[in-house]
């Protein structure tokens, strides 16, 4: 499954972005999916997963409150709505998909990762 991630960019202190993620060829039912962000230097870190159905989904503490996470299964989508963002949110967000209900936490519990959307939020 290769996914594609798009909507990160630039974006001053308290505004919003929304990242999609699709998979190419492929339909996303039956994957749990998650979003990850990392920055130079710093290991990757999880932000936020929901599970195959749409139904639970767990997040960060660091970003509870702010972002959401949904999906379209229709649409063969998943979203992170990313509201109220911090300089320290900058990072490469990444998407990642596991085959299973989900959702999942850790980064070594998902089989497909995609290429990364650069979030950067200046101050």
């Known amino acids: 499954v290769q996914l594609v991630e798009s909507g990160g960019g630039l974006v001053q202190a308290g505004g919003s972005l929304r990242l999609s993620c699709a998979p190419s060829?492929?339909?996303?039912?039956?994957?749990?999916t998650g979003w990850f962000r990392q920055t130079p230097g710093k290991e990757r870190e999880f932000v936020a997963a929901?599970?195959?159905?749409?139904?639970?989904?767990f997040y960060a503490d660091s970003v509870k409150g702010r972002f959401t996470i949904s999906r379209d299964n229709a649409k063969n989508s998943v979203y992170l709505q990313v509201n109220s963002l911090k300089s320290e949110d900058t990072a490469i967000y990444y998407c990642?998909?596991?085959?299973?209900?989900?959702?999942?936490?850790?980064?070594?519990?998902?089989?497909?990762w995609g290429q990364g959307t650069q979030v950067t939020v200046s101050s």
């Open positions: 929901i599970s195959w159905s749409g139904d639970s989904t």
């Open positions: 990642a998909a596991a085959y299973g209900l989900g959702p999942y936490r850790g980064g070594d519990e998902y089989d497909y």
């Open positions: 060829g492929r339909t996303f039912t039956s994957y749990a």
